[in-house]
């Protein structure tokens, strides 16, 4: 059994709980703590899908099986971490950022940039695509790109969209129009940002 303490604790959402994996560091261990498994179970019911898939795990973290915590079972993803081994931060934490550095809006509009255009051409679908819940991974100073890191997969009572891609890719595209606004809206404080990310 895994023991998951306070010094490894990176996050909580609603239902879920994030440590640092005790055993490998680049990996972290999801547990819920509100609520019942059932969006977890379906969480990792499409994460087999998309293994299956063989997609790129380019915007995603990959999913490495359950273990069991002293908080209950755990599910274990890829840690996100910067370049310089720092754990990273949301998008949402940049967008809101009043000390953003205009070096690094470059970075952030072209990471957004290939986020949709990689989430829309492998049709991976997910409930909400809310900056706090994907990652701004930098992969050198002013660089980075998109991790999706909750909310990944297709609560429809009968996900048909799951299988045909082309349904898919109309749903990903709703869910990227509201993206987008929230984006928007979200660094409206930004005029520099909200320029680079409307070009």
């Given at each position: ?146 991790v999706l890191i909750d909310n ?48």
């Amino acid at each position: 059994m895994i023991i998951l303490d306070a010094t490894s604790f990176i996050g909580k959402g609603l239902h879920r709980e994030c440590y640092i994996h005790p055993d490998d560091s680049n990996q972290c261990v999801k547990v819920v703590v509100h609520g019942d498994l059932s969006e977890s179970k379906r969480e990792q019911k499409y994460y087999k899908f998309l293994q299956k898939k063989n997609i790129r795990w380019d915007i995603v973290p990959r999913f490495h099986g359950l273990v069991e915590t002293d908080k209950g079972s755990g599910a274990v993803f890829d840690l996100i971490r910067d370049f310089n081994g720092e754990v990273s931060k949301t998008l949402e934490y940049y967008l809101s950022s009043e000390q953003l550095d205009k070096k690094e809006i470059p970075g952030i509009c072209e990471a957004i940039a290939t986020f949709k255009r990689e989430l829309h051409s492998q049709a991976i679908i997910t409930m909400t695509l809310s900056p706090k819940n994907i990652m701004y991974k930098k992969t050198a100073g002013n660089e980075g790109c998109l991790v999706l890191i909750d909310n990944i997969g297709n609560s429809d009572f009968i996900p048909v969209c799951t299988y045909i891609t082309y349904l898919a890719k109309k749903k990903i595209a709703r869910k990227l129009l509201r993206f987008e606004q929230t984006v928007l809206k979200m660094c409206a404080h930004n005029k520099a940002l909200q320029k680079g990310l409307k070009t």
